[in-house]
């Protein structure tokens, strides 16, 4: 057998947050928009989203403590989940782009539905929609960790998902059995 002969790594100082945020880049995931409603709705691009329990239904988004969202995740009983299509990259940067306007005004260069649940903006195109009522919040350093109950759920199984790793919107490989182009 043959020695395995591994690239360089680089030591990181988990003290240093640019360092660090590099490090959790490398791990892949998926691009999310989470909305509220109210009366002044607000969306944030967040890839810090995953499922957490079947029974009940649980998911959870961690929201740094500084943003917008937080106050406003903070003050409502409900929120929204869409969950973005692999060709929807405009639309996880503009809800990531922290000079967009307030309210409504922000949704103006997406379509949109308004959840019937929840009341927030669900963004059309998306892979899923998952409305949510608020169930705990937790304490995760510069973060909260907001944990919701669905209680509504679509997908639509078609489309793909977006993927986000090393600092870059993604798609995901074509799969050679069903020769798909990515």
């Known amino acids: 057998m043959s020695p395995i002969i591994a690239p360089p790594a680089e030591l990181v100082d988990p003290k240093d947050r640019v360092q660090l945020r590099r490090v959790f880049g490398d791990f892949p995931t998926g691009v999310t928009v989470v909305t ?6 607000r969306g944030m691009t967040a890839n810090s989203f995953t499922s957490v329990s079947l029974s009940p239904p649980l998911v959870l ?3 740094g403590k500084d943003a917008v969202m937080h106050q ?16 929807q990259e405009k639309a996880a940067r503009h809800f990531a782009d922290h000079s967009r306007p307030p309210g409504v005004d922000q949704f ?13 903006p669900l963004i059309a195109g998306a892979v899923a929609h998952l409305e949510c009522a608020k169930h705990r919040l ?5 973060h909260t960790i ?3 109950e669905v ?3 679509t997908r639509w199984p078609a489309r793909e998902g ?16 069903e020769g798909r182009a990515a």
Do not use: H, K, N
Not at 36 to 41: A, D, F, I, M, Y
Not at 108 to 120: C, H, I, M, Q
Not at 138 to 142: I, N, W
């Open 138 to 142: 937790y304490e995760g350093g510069d």
């Open 72 to 87: 406003r995740l903070t003050a409502l009983p409900t929120f929204a989940v869409s969950v973005l299509e692999a060709g």
């Open 61 to 63: 988004i961690c929201v």
């Open 151 to 153: 209680i509504t759920a």
């Open 146 to 148: 907001f944990l919701g």
């Open 162 to 177: 977006m993927l986000f790793s090393g600092g870059r919107f993604r798609r995901f490989a074509p799969d050679a059995d």
């Open 36 to 41: 509220v409603g109210g009366s002044e709705p």
């Open 108 to 120: 103006d260069t997406v379509d949109w539905v308004l959840g019937e649940e929840s009341g927030a």
